[in-house]
């Protein structure tokens, strides 16, 4: 595996629901990403974690609670979720503290979350 | 706080011919970088071109330049001889000089769309 890998690819969920979105990154960087991608909206950065500690929690309801257990993996646990949470959910990595020059943010393909 | 702006929720281009994609920016930071991700139908986000905004020289990767008038606060994306494959959405995207992690700030993206 290479790259940055979101499992499931597709999630349907009911309102009271307990699910996870899973992220894993093999490029050895040290800093995740949550950004979630509505329809017709910009990319909103959810969570940041840099050296596994979150660093940015971008006023995101508490029904949304991220874990980084180690560099590699990042989830995403869900609970009681809304139908307007229904939308793209994108996790990403990079190398962590200052950034410089084209230090990227790296992509996995989502999650595509229904809620009914 | 950081603004981006690309005003083309839609365009068509025929095959072969070179595009143009706008992106503006409101920042009063001195410091920043500027980057477009390219988003197939697949949904991963893959990155194309980076801008520093100290940057001298526009920066160009392949068949992608990045048009940058920091005057005008415009980080316009420019794709010569364009093919099928380029069709996707596009987001331009900003990075402050001062975060703890690599966040970014992204437009509300461009959808192009290559003619054959």
């Known amino acids: 595996e290479t790259g940055v890998t979101q499992t499931p690819r597709h999630l349907v969920m009911g309102m009271t629901n307990k699910k996870s979105l899973k992220c894993e990154q093999h490029l050895g960087h040290n800093a995740m990403y949550w950004y979630k991608q509505s329809a017709k909206k910009p990319l909103e950065l959810m969570f940041v974690?840099?050296?596994?500690?979150?660093?940015e929690n971008n006023s995101v309801p508490s029904r949304f609670s991220p874990e980084c257990p180690n560099s590699s993996h990042l989830f995403l646990h869900l609970h009681t979720l809304q139908p307007e949470d229904s939308a793209l959910y994108l996790c990403?990595?990079?190398?962590?503290?200052?950034?410089?020059?084209?230090?990227?943010?790296?992509f996995g393909a989502g999650s595509r979350l229904t809620v009914l | 706080a950081q603004k981006i702006t690309q005003t083309q929720p839609g365009m068509f281009v025929q095959e072969k011919e070179a595009v143009t994609l706008d992106c503006t920016y409101d920042?009063?930071?001195?410091?920043?970088?500027l980057f477009w991700y390219k988003q197939p139908s697949s949904g991963e986000m893959i990155f194309l071109i980076y801008q520093g905004s100290y940057d001298e020289q526009n920066a160009t990767e392949g068949r992608y330049s990045l048009n940058f008038q920091k005057a005008r606060k415009s980080a316009n994306l420019v794709i010569s001889a364009s093919q099928l494959g380029d069709s996707a959405m596009y987001f331009c995207a900003m990075r402050p000089p001062n975060n703890a992690g690599n966040m970014l700030t992204f437009g509300g993206g461009t959808r192009l769309m290559v003619k054959p």
């Open positions: 990403a990595s990079s190398q962590g503290g200052r950034p410089s020059g084209a230090n990227v943010l790296t």
């Open positions: 974690y840099s050296l596994e500690e979150r660093v």
């Open positions: 920042t009063s930071d001195q410091s920043y970088g």
